[in-house]
């Protein structure tokens, strides 16, 4: 099962379809995008709420559903068929008669580029120059997609579909995406040859991105425009930033803190040293204590990797690996024969 419907709408398999309803509009209340603007996870939350109720709310659906654990024969099954996000609104705002507060922009789809950075690039930020290819109106046919451009027969130009459908809760209203002219209103009969009717072509862009300190695996960075166009749109989808951090050979990340191993002699251990290292930052100079012990850690703040959302930077932390040698001459071996009758040694 790719989804727990039931865990999504907060209710158990015995619910009601009264309770049904009444859990989705206060879990899809909850998670509006008008109430979580720019809220991408919310976003993502609001959807599911929609497909679980999409599923429960249908006798039939809901008996493959909880007989099989998934719809269609398959976990990759949309139950809303061709429909798009704006779908989803409409079946909401019919439902529930919830109003959005301005109309929805039609934006392109969206691009998403990794970015690997290495340990150096987290802390210190970095300068990178990416390139990509997006969709772009097509100059041919300025967008259109070809000349003689009509009023779509299957929705008169409208652009969506009005279906009627007959549920537990009564007969419910539904303004769809019309799959005739997915969503223009508009049908092309001659069909332009340079994007063969989707009005847009491929340009290869480059563009200069500063990916700030503190960037680690995971982060995303949002560029607003720099994604797609698309036919019937209103303004370019957006470039998403993913960052992946690589592994470095000789530091290892713990949060936001680094951790080190120095290796020393049993004699530094002892008598202690003067060390340097090279980090992300720079060279660095500390100093191993007279009588440091195996697995001791030394911590030197400000030296870790710098947090991006609370602006505090972790700390080095060093750890200190005392090497016993394994094979001593005779000589060496009467050295220490004779600090064994020193009071220090025993």
Same mark, same amino acid.
Request: charged fraction near 25%; aromatic fraction near 6%.
């Given at each position: 099962?790719?989804?727990?419907? +039931?865990?999504?709408?907060?209710?158990?398999?015995?619910?009601?379809?009264?309770?049904?309803?009444?859990?989705?509009? =206060?879990?899809?209340?909850?998670?509006?995008? @008008?109430?979580?603007?720019?809220?991408?996870?919310?976003?993502?939350?609001?959807?599911?709420?929609?497909?679980?109720?999409?599923?429960?709310?249908?006798?039939?659906?809901?008996?493959? +559903?909880?007989?099989?654990?998934?719809?269609?024969?398959?976990?990759?099954?949309?139950?809303?068929?061709?429909?798009?996000?704006?779908?989803?609104?409409?079946?909401?705002?019919?439902?529930?008669?919830?109003?959005?507060?301005?109309?929805?922009?039609?934006?392109?789809?969206?691009?998403?580029?990794?970015?690997?950075?290495?340990?150096? @690039?987290?802390?210190?930020?970095?300068?990178?120059?990416?390139? +990509?290819?997006?969709?772009?109106?097509?100059?041919?046919?300025?967008?259109?997609?070809? =000349?003689?451009?009509?009023?779509?027969?299957?929705?008169?130009?409208?652009?969506?579909?009005?279906?009627?459908?007959?549920?537990?809760?009564?007969?419910?209203?539904?303004?769809?995406?019309?799959?005739?002219?997915?969503?223009?209103?508009?049908?092309?009969?001659?069909?332009?040859?340079?994007?063969?009717?989707?009005?847009?072509?491929?340009?290869?862009?480059?563009?200069?991105?500063?990916?700030?300190?503190?960037?680690?695996?995971?982060?995303?960075?949002?560029?607003?425009?720099?994604?797609?166009?698309?036919?019937?749109?209103?303004?370019?989808?957006?470039?998403?930033?993913?960052?992946?951090?690589?592994?470095? *050979?000789?530091?290892?990340?713990?949060?936001?803190?680094?951790? +080190?191993?120095?290796?020393?002699?049993?004699?530094?251990?002892?008598?202690?040293?003067?060390?340097?290292?090279?980090?992300?930052?720079?060279?660095?100079?500390?100093?191993?204590? *007279?009588?440091?012990?195996?697995?001791?850690?030394?911590?030197?703040?400000?030296?870790?990797?710098?947090?991006?959302?609370?602006?505090?930077?972790?700390?080095?932390?060093?750890?200190?690996?005392?090497?016993? *040698?394994?094979?001593?001459?005779?000589?060496?071996?009467?050295?220490?024969?004779?600090?064994?009758?020193?009071?220090?040694?025993?």
């Amino acid at each position: 099962m790719s989804k727990d419907y +039931y865990k999504i709408l907060e209710i158990e398999r015995s619910a009601t379809a009264e309770e049904i309803k009444k859990s989705y509009r =206060k879990q899809a209340m909850k998670y509006h995008p @008008d109430k979580n603007p720019g809220d991408t996870n919310a976003e993502e939350k609001f959807k599911d709420c929609a497909e679980a109720f999409e599923v429960l709310s249908d006798p039939q659906k809901k008996q493959e +559903y909880d007989t099989y654990g998934t719809l269609g024969g398959n976990d990759n099954f949309n139950p809303f068929g061709g429909g798009g996000f704006g779908d989803i609104f409409s079946r909401f705002e019919d439902l529930f008669g919830f109003g959005r507060q301005q109309s929805r922009v039609k934006k392109g789809s969206d691009l998403r580029i990794k970015v690997n950075l290495n340990l150096s @690039d987290v802390i210190n930020g970095v300068d990178k120059k990416l390139k +990509y290819i997006r969709q772009v109106k097509c100059n041919t046919c300025n967008g259109l997609g070809g =000349k003689d451009i009509i009023n779509c027969t299957g929705c008169a130009g409208s652009g969506v579909r009005r279906i009627i459908q007959n549920t537990p809760f009564g007969t419910i209203q539904q303004n769809v995406s019309c799959n005739n002219c997915n969503g223009s209103g508009k049908q092309i009969r001659n069909t332009c040859n340079n994007c063969r009717g989707n009005g847009t072509t491929p340009l290869e862009e480059t563009i200069d991105v500063h990916i700030p300190q503190g960037a680690s695996n995971g982060m995303s960075f949002n560029m607003p425009g720099q994604g797609n166009w698309g036919r019937g749109v209103d303004q370019f989808g957006d470039l998403q930033i993913l960052i992946e951090e690589s592994s470095d *050979p000789n530091f290892r990340r713990e949060h936001n803190n680094l951790i +080190y191993t120095q290796n020393i002699s049993v004699i530094d251990a002892i008598i202690g040293k003067e060390q340097k290292i090279v980090t992300p930052q720079g060279e660095l100079r500390f100093t191993i204590k *007279p009588g440091t012990s195996h697995k001791d850690i030394l911590r030197i703040q400000g030296k870790g990797v710098p947090d991006l959302q609370i602006g505090r930077v972790g700390d080095l932390l060093i750890t200190v690996n005392i090497k016993m *040698p394994t094979n001593i001459s005779d000589e060496e071996k009467m050295v220490l024969e004779s600090l064994k009758e020193s009071p220090n040694f025993n």
